[in-house]
């Protein structure tokens, strides 16, 4: 007979997962947590015993296939060419943008995050932070490559790198596409090359 730790793991496990499978099926607003609850097949209150929202548990559910996955969701490729490892990865952020579900699962999470400083926080801590340290990592090599500045910071350096092409998402100021991507990635490299 499995323990009540073991119980209790499997079904908060069994919420993380459903809330993944909604979020592929179903627009952000139709997705309750009592859908969630009868998808994993806990209860309401069991849900609410570890997170207090339905955007907490997606936000977990996000950050817990991206730690389960690294090398699909975080790992930065190192091929010694900083300008081209991360054009490759403002790429793939720009085909996940041009995804009509993730488009709208991101813009639905971003407006509650705005309004939900906890929600927000989660954001920060279980999903930028994780990929900050892949990030770190990235540009630790590339520094030590000669490839990157020392006097600017890991954070300063990515945002130059996904700002422009989050603000073109968020506000559709233009075509959001691979040339831009690889053109972001050009400046960025240019602006942060040591000399």
């Given amino acids: 007979m499995p323990s009540a730790t073991r119980r209790s793991e499997q079904s908060r496990r069994a919420a993380l997962d459903a809330a993944l499978a909604l979020v592929t099926e179903l627009p952000y607003p139709r997705i309750t947590v009592d859908a969630i609850a009868a998808r994993a097949g806990v209860s309401k209150a069991t849900i609410y015993r570890w ?16 730690a ?3 090398e699909e969701h975080l790992v930065l490729p190192d091929t010694g060419d900083l300008e081209a490892d991360l054009a490759g990865v403002l790429r793939a952020i720009v085909d996940e943008m041009a995804d009509p579900s993730y488009d709208a699962l991101m813009r639905a999470l971003s407006i509650e995050s705005l309004q939900d400083p906890a929600l927000r926080d989660q954001v920060r801590e279980q ?4 990929q900050l340290e892949y990030v770190e990592r990235r540009f630790a090599a590339a520094r030590a490559a000669g490839q990157l500045r020392d006097d600017v910071g890991t954070l300063e350096a ?10 073109r998402w968020q506000g559709a100021t233009g075509p959001l596409t691979h040339a ?5 990635a050009a400046r960025a490299v240019r602006a942060l090359r040591p000399g």
């Fill in 51 to 66: 997170w207090s929202a339905k955007g907490a548990l997606v936000v977990e559910a996000l950050a817990q296939q991206s």
């Fill in 68 to 70: 389960d996955r690294p």
């Fill in 127 to 130: 999903i930028f932070g994780v």
């Fill in 158 to 167: 990515f945002e130059l790198f996904v700002a422009p092409v989050f603000h």
């Fill in 180 to 184: 831009y991507a690889d053109g972001v």
